[in-house]
């Protein structure tokens, strides 16, 4: 594997970079809540402001769907990177149009600009070739460092690549680099899966491609109640996606499910008094709802994980957001992290897990924490990349 790194290029001085981050971080009432994204997103900014290049950045932010949304602007965002940064980030309030190309054109060396919103633009989400062409002209060279994003088929991130010489931002860089050591692991590998949905785009063949070289596959969350439903189990009103069961029937062989994918032997239900009952899965009663694993699963989770020597998790295992409903995920995350870095290999990814992972306050002893969901999955299980395209030669 070649990864045309920015770090091949040996002058960056006066350059105009148009980076691509990802920045679409979580925000509640319009101030943000979490900065994971861009925090992270600094070590390419800052080596490229080093390096004296001239620095246009640009991002998507939430689901505008092609309009202009206040609540979605990215001013906030420069706001906060100005000050994590600790130089002054000039907001352009748009993405195309005289206004950026002035700013990208009075750029000196060593200064940054951040545009407004790319899914303000109908063009960004259709990929358009129009829409790139007219941001690639605001740069000279194309900077790729939004990893969690590069399974989108857009502008900023696949058809801009026809107009500009394009590179891989740092993070970007240790995204694959730290995804790749999973693709060849050391054994025994553990996949712990968990959230809402197991579909034929993203969960699924992740699993399916993992499932050779994989010791176990430890499956909790919603995504289980999908598995009980398929072996006609009652799961009461609990969470399961109708559309999963094809995805689900290749993982068995006739009625018999592929022993290495482990399932919960016990829940944590909310009852319809609302209380929280323990149980194990065949007592599950009609009118309760599945929202945790129960302490046996734990058990069984924490054998497997304890023999690990390459771990990967996404998808907490139950309703974290709740007291009574978050023991499971905290064990797993606990778990993870005190066999990460030394006894096995962790890797975490996806924005609850993430959260969840955070609560126990042991991220630090995590290997790789991915910034990426949708994307972490889809490059796992061998799924189309347009945003690699050009930037990572396997």
């Excluded at 691509?20 to 009432?29: C, I, L, P, Q």
């Excluded at 050779?212 to 799961?235: C, H, T």
Aim: hydrophobic content about 45%.
């Amino acid at each position: 594997m070649k990864i045309n790194s920015l770090r091949a290029l040996k002058s960056w001085s006066g350059k105009i970079v148009f980076l691509r981050v990802d920045f679409n971080v979580t925000a509640v009432n319009g101030r943000i809540k979490d900065d994971l994204k861009i925090i992270a997103g600094l070590e390419t900014i800052k080596f490229l402001l080093a390096k004296q290049a001239r620095v246009i950045i640009a991002t998507h932010f939430g689901e505008p769907d092609g309009c202009f949304v206040p609540e979605y602007s990215a001013k906030s965002l420069a706001s906060r990177l100005q000050k994590l940064l600790g130089q002054p980030v000039k907001f352009i309030s748009e993405t195309v149009g005289a206004k950026a190309s002035r700013a990208a054109a009075n750029l000196k060396n060593g200064e940054v600009i951040f545009l407004e919103n790319l899914r303000f633009n109908k063009g960004e989400l259709d990929n358009d070739p129009q829409f790139a062409q007219a941001l690639a002209k605001l740069a000279d060279v194309y900077v790729n460092d939004a990893f969690a994003v590069s399974h989108r088929d857009q502008a900023s991130l696949s058809a801009i690549k026809k107009f500009l010489p394009a590179y891989a931002g740092l993070l970007l860089e240790r995204e694959v680099l730290a995804l790749n050591k999973i693709l060849k692991p050391q054994k025994p590998l553990v996949v712990i899966m968990g959230g809402a949905k197991i579909n034929n785009y993203t969960k699924a063949p992740l699993i399916a491609k993992l499932l050779p070289f994989a010791s176990q596959v430890l499956i909790g969350g919603a995504i289980a109640n999908n598995f009980f439903k398929l072996q006609k189990l009652e799961i009461g009103l609990s969470l399961n996606d109708p559309d999963s069961a094809r995805a689900i029937k290749n993982f068995y062989s006739g009625c018999r499910l592929n022993p290495k994918i482990i399932l919960p032997l016990d829940v944590v239900v909310k009852t319809k008094q609302g209380r929280a009952r323990c149980c194990l899965i065949k007592d599950v009663r009609r009118t309760e709802i599945i929202l945790d694993i129960g302490p046996q699963t734990i058990s069984l989770f924490a054998a497997y994980i304890k023999k690990a020597a390459t771990i990967i998790w996404n998808g907490p295992m139950g309703k974290y957001e709740v007291d009574s409903f978050r023991q499971g995920s905290l064990s797993v995350a606990r778990l993870v992290a005190a066999r990460s870095q030394g006894a096995a290999y962790g890797l975490v990814g996806g924005g609850e897990t993430i959260e969840v992972l955070k609560l126990t306050k042991m991220a630090e002893y995590v290997d790789w924490i991915s910034t990426a969901g949708g994307a972490m999955l889809t490059y796992l299980g061998g799924g189309v990349m347009p945003g690699l395209v050009k930037l990572v030669v396997k």
